[in-house]
């Protein structure tokens, strides 16, 4: 709801600051006061094109300030600015800033932070209904008619949403595996070649890794052979070191008794001995370990070659060949398994399609419904707008199949004849702008319940009627304004004003060069006497002031 507007150097209007609440407020002034002003401003923080025109002459930006109340939580107004990352504090307005540069460009502020016009936009229809003789957006967009009889008739329009997406899901399932089972159907022939020479292979993981380590060994065996056999000679035959060590061991401890020297000499040679022996054990072990058999060796390497050529052709590492095999050997099954996975896959589609199209059908049942109800609702209200002679009919219309999707199978729309025998057709390409207007408030009172905006705006919605007619549109102007909503009608019937809860004034003045235009909320005894000029022109009658009682007395 729209409860503070402040106006800064638009066109006429120097400075305004205004306060709003809930109920039917009327905005009156003489013709070319300057009433359009107000909307263009309002307009203007909504996201409306940002036109240097509006700036006044001499000033070199102009300002418009919005407030609104909070929305409340849950709502799609607060979801929208959560996801932008406008936060609003508990109990605080929601306030709209847009600022206007005289030589073009403009900046645009949600509670003080930068935002897009387009996001100011988006902000606006959740806050604000602007209906007008030109107006081309809400009630008369087509796109927004489907959901305006949703919400009137209840409708159950998540099921078929739900229904919707599980369905699509399960198209989208039997679509991918009739791709992959045609894609592996035309590689049916390579897939049995690449199996089964993978299968033949029989390759390991980490057997490259030990076939690797293995041909190393071989072949630092095959450098270190002639080495290794020339250290052995050493210790081998009767003139080896450690045979000579073990004769002079034999012939010292014959002698080892006649002088400690002699002793501890053949302590030292029975250590030689046992170091000699240990090297030569462990140069046996070495040369077992280092063994070169070039049949073994060539047989590794025939294995290596084997592996990382399969690998290279397939583009995958060694290691990886064993997971080849078996991805490409379950492509391969898929192909004959593959058929009866498609009938499950296409029975779920079938089963999710029938519950689709029963929810759908139920929804459309729910919106035939609610249009035979929307459309009596609209038909009494015509009479009293002087629209006795006008038809209007909700069509819901069964979409081609190719065209149903989460909001159902049908087309909605809403049509009028304005003459009997006349064809019906869209609102705005039939209707007059006065007629365009009574029908949009019929609309408003016969959906009033159903949700909306919570401020609305009625520009001239009274033009060309009087009398009876301008009393029923200030009755219904006055119904729609009930139960909390927050209704502005510009207006210059005194029917219309006579029903205000609150009445501002709009007038256009004069100092030298200078025009201003300003508004006033008026209190009691100035409203009766706009109203009496309303009635009667430039000059104000007793009788005027008298019927502007009478007016004010009635509402």
């Not at 030109?134 to 967009?141: I, K, M, N, Q, V």
């Not at 040679?269 to 058999?293: F, N, P, S, V």
């Not at 004959?336 to 199209?357: F, H, N, R």
């Not at 459309?364 to 038809?391: F, I, Y």
Request: aromatic residues 4%.
């Amino acid at each position: 709801m729209l409860t503070a507007l402040s106006i800064a150097n638009i066109v006429l209007i120097e400075r305004l600051d205004l306060d709003f609440g809930a109920g039917l407020g009327v905005l009156t002034g003489e013709t070319g006061a300057g009433k359009s002003i107000l909307l263009d401003a309002l307009g203007l923080a909504l996201g409306a094109r940002a036109d240097s025109a509006l700036v006044r002459q001499g000033s070199d930006k102009a300002q418009v300030t919005a407030s609104f109340a909070a929305p409340a939580a849950g709502t799609p107004l607060a979801a929208l600015l959560a996801a932008n990352e406008i936060a609003i504090e508990a109990g605080e307005p929601l306030l709209i800033r847009r600022m206007l540069k005289a030589d073009g460009g403009s900046r645009a502020f949600l509670n003080d932070q930068p935002c897009s016009a387009a996001l100011l936009r988006e902000v606006g229809t959740h806050l604000v209904e602007i209906h007008g003789q030109h107006d081309d957006r809400g009630l008369l967009a087509p796109a927004g008619h489907r959901i305006l009889l949703d919400t009137y008739a209840r409708a159950n329009i998540g099921a078929v949403a739900t229904a919707h997406a599980a369905w699509r899901a399960a198209e989208e399932k039997l679509a991918a595996a009739r791709a992959a089972i045609a894609e592996a159907e035309r590689d049916r022939e390579w897939l049995e070649h690449c199996v089964a020479e993978l299968r033949a292979l029989g390759a390991q993981p980490g057997e490259d890794a030990a076939l690797s380590e293995a041909r190393a060994a071989m072949q630092k065996g095959e450098r270190l052979a002639g080495d290794l056999g020339a250290i052995m000679e050493a210790f081998e035959g009767s003139e080896s070191g450690p045979a000579l060590l073990r004769g002079a061991a034999r012939r010292l401890d014959r002698l080892a008794g006649d002088h400690p020297l002699l002793a501890e000499a053949l302590a030292g040679l029975d250590r030689a001995i046992i170091e000699a022996d240990e090297a030569e054990a462990k140069l046996h072990d070495a040369a077992r370990a280092m063994e070169y058999d070039p049949d073994r060796l060539e047989a590794t390497e025939t294995r290596l070659f084997e592996l990382r050529a399969m690998a290279r052709k397939h583009g995958v590492q060694p290691d990886e060949l064993a997971e080849l095999s078996g991805t490409l050997a379950a492509r391969l099954d898929a192909i004959e398994g593959g058929s009866a996975g498609l009938q499950k896959l296409e029975a779920t589609v079938a089963e999710t399609a029938a519950a689709y199209t029963h929810a759908a059908t139920a929804l459309s049942g729910q919106r035939m419904k609610g249009a035979a109800r929307l459309d009596a609702a609209v038909a009494d209200e015509l009479a009293p707008l002087k629209l006795d002679a006008a038809r209007f009919r909700t069509l819901v219309e069964r979409l081609p199949a190719e065209r149903w999707g989460a909001e159902g199978i049908d087309r909605v729309e809403f049509l009028i004849s304005t003459n009997p025998g006349a064809p019906f057709a869209p609102l705005g390409k039939i209707a007059s702008g006065g007629e365009l207007s009574r029908f949009i408030l019929a609309l408003k009172v016969a959906l009033a319940e159903e949700g909306g905006a919570d401020t609305i705006i009625f520009d001239e919605i009274d033009r060309g009627v009087g009398g009876a007619v301008a009393s029923a549109i200030g009755e219904r102007l006055a119904r729609l304004a009930g139960g909390g909503k927050q209704l502005l009608a510009v207006t210059h019937s005194p029917q219309v004003a006579a029903k205000g809860a609150v009445h501002f004034m709009i007038a256009k003045s004069s100092e030298g060069t200078v025009t201003r235009t300003s508004v006033h909320q008026l209190d009691e005894a100035d409203r009766r006497e706009e109203i009496a000029r309303m009635l009667s022109g430039a000059e104000v009658t007793a009788e005027a002031r008298a019927q502007a009682e009478r007016l004010l007395e009635a509402a």
